[in-house]
């Protein structure tokens, strides 16, 4: 059964860092290419940032120089560290392995970022 774990969120002020985790289980994690994604309320889940099987990594928008992906096989865990935070990034984050028709998400972990 395939199992995912987000941590890391919580509340932060404005310039301020957190580093999400998400472990995974139950999957063969170095197959996977991970996305990081969230969604503000009112709003669509939009893509943060990904990193491939091969250790490549993608930002858009606004995590573009902020934000850093990063993983480890070794632990099944994929990393989001998040500086300089904003109050627009503001949302529920979730991770995303996917694999061809492989398709998985976590529960996600509340960010909040206060002025």
């Known amino acids: 059964q395939v199992q995912l774990v987000e941590s890391g969120g919580g509340l932060v002020q404005a310039g301020g860092s957190l580093r999400l985790s998400c472990a995974a289980s139950g999957i063969t994690f170095r197959n996977y290419a991970i996305g990081w994604y969230r969604q503000a309320p009112g709003k669509q889940r939009e893509l943060v940032a990904s990193?491939?099987?091969?250790?490549?990594?993608n930002y858009v928008g606004s995590a573009k120089g902020r934000f850093t992906i990063s993983r480890d096989n070794a632990k099944n865990t994929v990393y989001l560290q998040m500086n300089s935070l904003k109050p627009e990034d503001t949302a529920v984050y979730y991770c995303?392995?996917?694999?061809?028709?492989?398709?998985?998400w976590g529960q996600g972990t509340q960010v909040t970022v206060s002025e």
């Open positions: 990193v491939s099987s091969d250790g490549t990594t």
């Open positions: 995303n392995p996917h694999w061809g028709p492989h398709d998985y």
